[in-house]
């Protein structure tokens, strides 16, 4: 029988209720399987923690995430379930109500529509964390396309550059920008109960595009399965 040492370690999961591009987006199955199963399920099988807690205003995301192995210890509050709540107020108010975690010094944010999370990604995460002085560690992905060659289109067709300088700019001699991926934060437990900020109060590191699929409508949602697909077979759990 093989024993589960401690990480040291937590997962939260906000997943409200309300998603307005993809109503029920968290419930919603993914390949057969509600997409915040698949996650609560993803984290278990990685070993990275000592316990996953989901945080949600909802019955339904409740009772799935209790069946798949989750701690959903309380109601999320509605004022803190809107449009416009930030992540780390909700990371925050779980961990002050979940109380006593003597033992947690690291807490990872998952977002629940992640399906292409990465193991590997999320352990180098965790190192790059331990090894630094930083209070959170994210990963972001590179832009396909140089955004200094971004462009404005108008109701005629007609087109204007962003940066005017770069219209004749070769894309390869242009700097890189990157975008978070909106997959995951790892941070400091200190770093949560102090209000920081998740992304200036951090350092961020890249991974590979094709791992960060962001789903904001149903056409990213199809897109996402069909990678998923490709990447698992039949083999979809």
């Known amino acids: 029988m093989r024993i589960k040492m401690t990480s040291n370690s937590i997962a939260i999961i906000p997943a409200r209720g309300g998603s307005k591009r993809i109503p029920r987006k ?43 192995g989750a701690i959903v210890p309380f109601q999320r509050d509605n004022k803190l379930a809107d449009d416009f709540t930030p992540t780390g107020q909700v990371i ?60 404005s289109v108008n109701e005629a067709g007609s087109i204007r550059f962003s940066e005017p300088d770069h219209e004749l700019t070769r894309t390869q001699d242009l700097e890189d920008f990157f975008h978070d991926s909106g997959q995951f934060y790892w941070g400091r437990k200190s770093a949560w109960l102090a209000e920081k900020r998740m992304h200036t109060d951090g350092i961020a590191f890249e991974i590979d595009r094709i791992n960060a699929i962001d789903i904001d409508n149903e056409v990213d949602w199809m897109i996402a399965e069909a990678i998923f697909k490709s990447q698992h077979g039949d083999k979809c759990e």
């Open 92 to 151: 925050l108010d779980c961990l002050q109500r979940i109380g006593k975690l003597e033992n947690i010094y690291f807490v990872c944010c998952v977002y629940p529509c992640t399906p292409m999370l990465n193991k590997s990604n999320l352990m180098s995460g965790l190192e790059f964390l331990k090894k630094s002085e930083t209070e959170f560690v994210y990963p972001v992905v590179k832009y396909s396309h140089p955004i200094q060659r971004r462009i």
């Open 26 to 68: 968290n419930v919603k199955p993914f390949c057969g399987i509600p997409m915040v199963e698949r996650t609560i399920k993803f984290l278990k099988r990685s070993d990275l923690f000592d316990s996953i807690y989901v945080s949600t205003d909802d019955a339904e995301i409740s009772t799935v995430s209790t069946k798949a």
